[in-house]
């Protein structure tokens, strides 16, 4: 479980090609390599991996062939930077909300526009049916950043961007065009799912 909270900015090092899926090793500045130890959950611009290879500065990871259909991973080449949290331990501050790292599909900016010094970003999500889930004022998890949803439209949402944001997440070099991971917010799946099993005890 993560907090949507970046950590660190790293870069994918390398992609290798193992019978379909990949190992994917990463580098980075800031994260703590201190604890740090294969078997550990790293959040890599929203999906959860699985550290299988550690050094002092970096870690490799296998992703799957369906993290790979469903998430921005599977284009990603070398050199292209990465937002980075380490998994939430009992105790630590929940600054963002309850993210998964389970990505539920992947939205395009539609529109980057300056919002004082804030920015202003519309996100059209691939598959209209997430929009279900979100709520005006509710949270969502960009590409691994946890965010407050500003308006839900029929086929995209809106958030903004404050000048923090944009500078220690990757979040602030996105332009019109670019396809980011969208987890929605898990309370809201778990609501649906307590909807649906009231409503068939009622017809039963």
Do not use: W
Not at 94 to 109: A, K, N, Y
Request: with cysteine.
């Amino acid at each position: 479980m993560f907090a949507g909270i970046v950590q660190d900015v790293g870069r994918l090092v390398s992609r290798e090609q193992r019978r379909g899926d990949l190992r994917m090793a990463f580098a980075f500045d800031r994260l703590d390599p201190a604890g740090m130890r294969p078997g550990d959950s790293i959040c890599v611009q929203g999906c959860c991996l699985t550290v299988v290879e550690f050094e002092q500065r970096g870690f490799g990871a296998d992703v799957s062939r369906e993290t790979l259909a469903v998430t921005t991973l599977g284009e990603m080449q070398p050199g292209a930077r990465v937002n980075l949290e380490s998994a939430l331990r009992l105790g630590e501050s929940l600054g963002g909300h309850l993210v998964t790292g389970h990505i539920d599909g992947m939205g395009r900016i539609v529109a980057m526009e300056e919002d004082g010094r804030s920015s202003r970003m519309d996100v059209a999500l691939l598959d209209a049916v997430l929009l279900r889930y979100i709520a005006r004022k509710g949270s969502i998890a960009v590409d691994g950043v946890s965010l407050t949803v500003n308006e839900v439209h029929r086929d995209m949402f809106r958030v903004n961007l404050i000048p923090h944001t944009r500078a220690v997440t990757t979040l602030g070099s996105l332009r019109p065009g670019a396809f980011v991971n969208v987890e929605v917010d898990l309370m809201a799946r778990y609501a649906e799912r307590l909807l649906r099993q009231s409503s068939a005890s009622d017809s039963d």
